[in-house]
């Protein structure tokens, strides 16, 4: 795959498979052993769409052996990590999930980046008041038509750059700052910058695609990421709750249970 060239994949709930044939024995267990269905699902919508975008960069086959080959697996610190026939893959990934839409974001070669996906959803303002720094919550108080956009925007950028830290909500959200551009620079992206409390500078990307938001950060710096389908799934994306209709439903069959 191209080197330092992010790319993304979206891929919406209604495009999981109705089996589990595409899971390792043990990735099919781990899951089967979620007993409800909101967690069991995105974890599973999140393995999809992660093991598609990495045979996608990777040029494979996306069938059923293959996906089973390409493993995600949580280093110490929690962050993804892929393997392919037992070795680990010379790439970085990153994934994320929101309302029935899953991303998984890939990059050639050990490129810390973190990604993350929004909904343009009413914020309070005790919410930006406890995770936002002073500056965020004056860039917020000087737009309040664009209140809602500019804190899940702000927030989903915190979370990709906590993910490039590679500490996720284990550290504070506001010991990194984020300042958003709102010029629109390469196909709908918008640049974005992340300052962290060690002086450290990461450079990002966001685009919203309707009621979505979505930000990448990288600690190296790249250009704007493009989708690995064109065009991207997430411009007609829409968000919903799937498993509210059953919160325990059980898993689909995979290779533990029946049709192995």
Request: proline share 7%.
């Amino acid at each position: 795959m191209r080197g330092a060239v992010p790319r993304y994949l979206a891929v919406g709930m209604t495009d999981l498979p109705d089996h589990d044939h595409w899971l390792t024995p043990s990735e099919a267990e781990r899951l089967q052993g979620f007993p409800y269905a909101k967690r069991r699902e995105e974890a599973r919508l999140g393995r999809w769409t992660a093991k598609r975008a990495v045979a996608r960069a990777l040029r494979l086959e996306e069938d059923t052996a293959i996906l089973r080959d390409l493993v995600i697996r949580n280093a110490s610190d929690g962050a993804p990590e892929v393997f392919f026939d037992g070795r680990r893959a010379p790439m970085s990934i990153s994934m994320t999930d929101r309302a029935d839409w899953a991303v998984c974001t890939v990059i050639g070669g050990d490129r810390p980046i973190g990604c993350d996906l929004e909904l343009v959803e009413p914020r309070s303002s005790a919410f930006v008041a406890d995770y936002f720094t002073s500056e965020e919550r004056a860039d917020i108080e000087a737009a309040p038509h664009d209140h809602d956009l500019l804190a899940n925007l702000i927030w989903s950028a915190k979370e990709s750059a906590l993910k490039v830290l590679r500490t996720g909500l284990r550290r504070d959200t506001r010991s990194v700052d984020v300042k958003i551009m709102s010029e629109e620079l390469d196909g709908g992206w918008r640049s974005l910058y992340v300052t962290t409390e060690e002086d450290s500078v990461f450079t990002g990307w966001w685009c919203r695609f309707g009621e979505f938001v979505f930000t990448y950060v990288s600690a190296t710096g790249t250009v704007a990421p493009t989708s690995l389908i064109d065009p991207p799934p997430l411009e007609k994306a829409t968000p919903s709750h799937s498993w509210m209709a059953e919160p325990r439903r059980s898993p689909p069959a995979g290779p533990l249970g029946p049709g192995r």
